[in-house]
């Protein structure tokens, strides 16, 4: 998998099949599977270290798992995710948590949020890291959001939410996670953006889907956000709910608007 793959998918509507990944074992597994991109997530934090959210996630652990998901990886794209107090301080404190996420196998780093992101992204792009932004939710911001809820619903957030998307895609951002946004902002922001649109909760329209891989393998304690899909009902096997996620994926079966969208 490279860069220009993953925006010819997104220009002649090839669906982005992408899952959160760990470690090498899972990395193999998804990979073989057609898992076209790997996401270090930092919800590592929720469903690896049992944390209430992803805030204590530290730059020295996302790097141990980037290792781990890169050793195990054969052709999928490998994203990093920056974890909190990694990159706002300036884009210098930036580069050095992007850098150290790249040696540790990273092709691609993830940050969160819109507006001050925006000159930190064309800092790193500019440096030769590519860059994934994330919208809507954005967990590690989420107490200033006021929870987990969905984002974007008024006039005046959509408007905002597309004036930050336009900002980090001039910035360089060559991707863009949606989190939690109204299925019919996510469609209008995949047509007008011109870079890949992976949603999580942002409907069938994005350009690809991604999930925490424990949550649709239902091993997640507790309650499910509303897009989660369990892959492991009717399934053989972890294998066999992995190609069925990537082909629910690719065929637009999965999400269904109306069960898991917004
Ligand atoms: O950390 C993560 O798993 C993520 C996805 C929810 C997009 O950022
Ligand atoms: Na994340």
């Known amino acids: 998998m490279t860069l220009q793959r993953l925006l010819d998918m997104h220009a002649s509507g090839d669906k982005i099949a992408m899952l959160t990944c760990y470690d090498a074992a899972f990395a193999t597994l998804l990979d073989e599977a057609g898992v076209d991109v790997l996401l270090v997530g930092d919800s590592l934090g929720n469903v690896l270290q049992g944390q209430s959210s992803t805030v204590p996630v530290s730059l020295d652990e996302m790097v141990y798992h980037t290792r781990c998901v890169a050793r195990g990886r054969k052709s999928a794209w490998v994203i990093g995710d920056l974890p909190f107090d990694s990159y706002q301080s300036s884009p210098q404190e930036a580069w050095k948590s992007a850098a150290a996420l790249v040696k540790a196998g990273a092709h691609m780093v993830k940050l969160e949020g819109g507006g001050w992101t925006a000159p930190v992204v064309r800092f790193l792009v500019e440096r030769g890291i590519p860059v994934c932004a994330h919208l809507g939710l954005t967990p590690q911001t989420a107490t200033m959001l006021g929870g987990y809820k969905v984002q974007g619903r008024e006039e005046a957030a959509a408007a905002l939410m597309k004036q930050h998307a336009r900002e980090l895609v001039e910035a360089g951002a060559q991707m863009l996670v949606l989190e939690m946004v109204p299925s019919a902002l996510a469609a209008e922001l995949t047509q007008s953006l011109g870079i890949p649109v992976i949603g999580i909760g942002g409907g069938v329209a994005c350009s690809g889907q991604v999930l925490v891989l424990h949550d649709m393998l239902d091993v997640t304690p507790g309650r499910r956000p509303r897009f989660v899909k369990n892959f492991m009902q009717g399934a ?27």
């Not at 972890?238 to 629910?248: G, K, M, N």
């Open 236 to 262: 053989a096997s972890v294998q066999d709910a992995v190609l069925r996620y990537v082909a629910a994926v690719k065929a637009q079966t999965f999400p269904q608007d109306d069960l898991h969208g917004y």
